[in-house]
């Protein structure tokens, strides 16, 4: 066994078991740290595969970006576990057939047929100028140009739904009106209070 099966073999066993947590903690901000674990032992085998640039978009753009957000608001929120406990035991049943499903459904994909690493020979190493974002450019702008532009167009969709879905006329809700504060005069904002002066005793 080659070093390289080594990391590889030892990267992957994190992974698996810090998925695994993940799903199996009780604390929800642990859970969200096991799966920024679970993303920086992903971005190393990235980088073992010669994929620097999604390596390196995955550890800025989700453990960056994403999983700070997630424990913003799991911290943010207080979630009461016990409640949570209570209700496991009425899902427990779905989610164990999901589960098998799911499992059926990655075997019958990645089965001894189509999976191992006897089965396929090295991949010829890149040179040492190779551009990997110039290669992913190239395949996502020729090969793969119409998937990508309609995932794009199926984002944006998403982008207006929810923003639509959260822009609602509230009753009560007070509004600017920049307009309005821009022409206000000075007789509108000050107003002068003449009183009596008062004698201290």
């Known amino acids: 066994m080659s070093f390289e099966q080594i990391v ?7 992974l698996l078991l ?3 947590a993940v799903i199996t903690v009780r604390n929800p901000v642990h859970a969200a740290l096991f799966l920024v674990l679970a993303f920086f032992t992903t971005a190393a085998l990235w980088l073992l595969l010669e994929a620097e640039f999604l390596a390196i978009t995955l550890v800025l753009v989700y453990v960056g970006a ?3 957000l ?3 608001v799991v911290m943010m929120l207080d979630i009461n576990t016990s409640t949570l406990k209570e209700r ?3 899902y427990l049943p779905v989610g164990g057939l999901v589960a098998v499903l799911a499992i059926a459904v990655m ?6 047929d189509h999976f191992g690493l006897e089965q396929y020979a090295a991949p010829e190493r890149l040179a040492a100028d190779a551009s990997n974002t110039r290669m992913i450019g190239e395949q996502l702008y020729t090969v793969y140009l119409y998937p990508f532009e309609l995932a794009a167009v199926i984002l944006l969709v998403a982008i207006i739904a929810a923003i639509a879905l ?3 006329t509230r009753p ?3 509004y600017q009106n920049i307009d309005k504060q821009v022409k206000v005069k000075r007789d509108e904002r000050l107003r002068v209070v003449k009183m009596d002066s008062e004698e201290r005793k």
């Open 8 to 14: 590889f073999y030892f990267f992957s066993a994190i």
């Open 18 to 20: 810090s998925a695994l």
């Open 66 to 68: 994403v999983m700070v």
């Open 70 to 72: 997630f424990l913003f």
């Open 88 to 90: 496991l035991g009425s």
């Open 107 to 112: 075997a019958a994909a990645v089965g001894r």
């Open 166 to 168: 959260t822009l609602r």
């Open 172 to 174: 009560g809700s007070r």
